[in-house]
Each structure stands twice: as C-alpha cells, then as structure tokens.
C-alpha cells in the first residue's frame, strides 16, 4: 500500500512542478514581454518612417501611417541647399543625379555638403576612444581593489563612486573654466579626457564586482607556474572576465554617445557631435523634421550595432554571480 502511494504521489509531482510555471501562465508573460517590446520599439520605428516622409506628411494633422516614402531627408540631411528663382533653374543643365533631381522640384540648388559627417566622425571618435580609455583604466582600478589590500579602501570606492552622485551643471562652469585655461574646449581629446572621467568611476564598480567572482586560485595557479602578475591578469583574468568588460563597455558608451550637456557647453565647431547638432539642423521655414529624423536613425545604427555584436556577453554580464552553486 505505502508503494503504490509513493508511486502516486512521484507520478503526480513529476507531472506538475509547483517550481515550474504553468502553460497559461508562460503565455501570459510571453504576451506582456511581446507587448512592451512592441510599445518601446514603436517610438524608434516611427522616427525611422519619418525620416522617409516629405515635410508636408511630417507635419500632417492626424499623423499619417501610410505615405509615400521619398529621400528628401536624407539630402536635406547631408546637404545645405540655396532657393533661386525659376528663371535661374531653367537656365541650369539638366541635373546629373537623383539628389540634383529631387532638389530642383522645390527650385533649390545644392550648395555643397552638410556638417553631418564631420559631427558624426566626431561621435565616432570621442565615444568610442572614452570607452576604451575608461574600460582599461576601469579594469587596472578594479583589479587592484579586488586583489590587494589597499588601505581606506571602501572610502576610496566610496569617493569614486560619488563623482556619479552630482549633476553635471553642478560641475560644468569650472569644467569650462578649466578647459579655457588648458586650450582643451573644442577638442576632441578634451571630450575624450573628459567623458573618460565620468566613467572610469562606474567602470570601476561594474568589474570590481565581476573580477571578485573570480576564484584567485586560478591566478596562484598561474604564479606559481612563472607567471607574473601582469600576465596572470592578461591569461587568467581578463579572459574569464570578458563578460563583464563587454556589459561596462556598453552602458560607458551609452552615456558618452548620448550626452548632451558637456557637448554644448565644451564644443561648437571642431569637436561637436551629433547630440548638439541634430537639434539644429533647419530646413526652409522651421525645423526640417525628416531630415531630423533621418540624422537620429543614422546615430542609433553604431550604438545598436554595438550592443548586438556584444549582445551574448551582456546577458552573460548583467546574470553573472546572479546564481552560485
């Protein structure tokens, strides 16, 4: 009798888990993920269909779904243009490309280039270059905190870490001030020095946390075979710590691609990019809101196509030490 109960009771249990979610309640939550994601993503779609709108549909009141696409855009965007008089564009020759084409439906003439690709070669260069600066000083940092006994320690991180805690106006007239006097306004190494300071602090954080979960046996292993440190930390660490380099990397590249503030206040010519350009960027009679829209796609593509590339490691990294066995 007591068997029989006993295999009842295992062939109910190994039927149902009470640990394991029922089927409705999976297709609840697969619902509501599908519907957040539809909503956040909806923004970021229709900044992509407007950049492909005439002004006239940009404007239009109710919104309009349906259109026709056109690229004038995108050669507002990457060029400046000048109105003539019709007598001036009949005199013209024949236009010799799409652009030209599409231009002189409007009797307009193109000038020459726009000052987009200098700004987003800007971008480029000083996200990326902060990124990586403050990842490899972030990395040394955390190595050292998590693997030596450095006295006033947590006071230190503390320290670091409150640099994150003020706003940036807080700090931004004797930024400028100090800037001014070093000749570093309007530079790229002066925004690059600068956006590297902001994350060195959160890049210290983030991976101190990851090089702690970290057994350092591996690392007497590697000493005590002739490594030296620099190599254990180059052949031991950094590989079993790549997850958690990729998430810092992201969120540090997040902030000095979108950062508005120090890049108005820093920067007017030389070394603008693309956050104080794009809400500048005029057409005839107001803002040109698809050519806008059309530099706003442009400067999500190198952010998501960062993020995917590193996509694994960032699930990997934000989930790392969740779990111990």
């Not at 696409?69 to 236009?95: S, W």
């Not at 990395?139 to 905190?145: E, M, Q, R």
């Not at 796609?297 to 196509?305: D, G, K």
Request: proline share 7%; with cysteine.
């Amino acid at each position: 009798m007591t068997a029989a109960v006993a295999k009842s009771v295992l062939a109910r249990s190994s039927a149902h888990s009470i640990v394991e979610a029922s089927p409705r309640t999976k297709a609840f939550a697969g619902a509501l993920v599908i519907l957040y994601a539809l909503i956040t993503i909806l923004p970021l779609l229709w900044i992509v269909a407007t950049a492909f709108k005439s002004q006239s549909d940009a404007i239009a009141y109710p919104p309009k779904v349906i259109f026709e696409p056109t690229l004038e855009g995108y050669v507002n965007l990457f060029t400046v243009r000048t109105r003539q008089t019709p007598d001036f564009i009949a005199k013209l020759p024949p236009p010799e490309t799409w652009y030209d084409k599409l231009v002189r439906k409007h009797d307009m003439v193109i000038a020459g280039p726009s000052k987009v690709v200098p700004r987003f070669v800007n971008s480029l260069i000083i996200g990326f270059g902060s990124t990586f600066l403050a990842v490899f000083l972030g990395t040394l940092a955390a190595y050292a905190f998590s693997r030596f006994r450095i006295p006033l320690a947590d006071d230190l991180l503390f320290f670091i870490l409150s640099t994150r805690m003020m706003p940036p106006v807080a700090v931004a007239i004797p930024i400028y001030l100090m800037y001014r006097q070093l000749n570093l306004t309007d530079t790229r190494l002066g925004m690059i020095l600068l956006y590297t300071a902001v994350n060195v602090s959160l890049a210290v954080w983030l991976l101190k946390g990851f090089i702690d979960e970290i057994p350092r046996e591996y690392e007497e292993a590697a000493l005590v075979d002739g490594y030296t440190r620099l190599e254990a930390l180059r052949k031991v660490v950094l590989p079993q710590a790549v997850t958690g380099i990729a998430a810092t990397a992201i969120f540090c590249l997040i902030f000095s691609w979108n950062e508005y503030a120090f890049a108005v206040l820093l920067t007017s010519g030389e070394a603008q990019t693309m956050p104080p350009f794009i809400p500048f960027i005029i057409g005839e009679g107001g803002q040109d809101w698809p050519a806008v829209a059309a530099a706003t796609t442009l400067f999500v593509v190198p952010i998501v196509m960062f993020t995917v590339l590193l996509r694994k490691h960032l699930l990997r990294g934000i989930t790392f030490g969740a779990v111990r066995k």
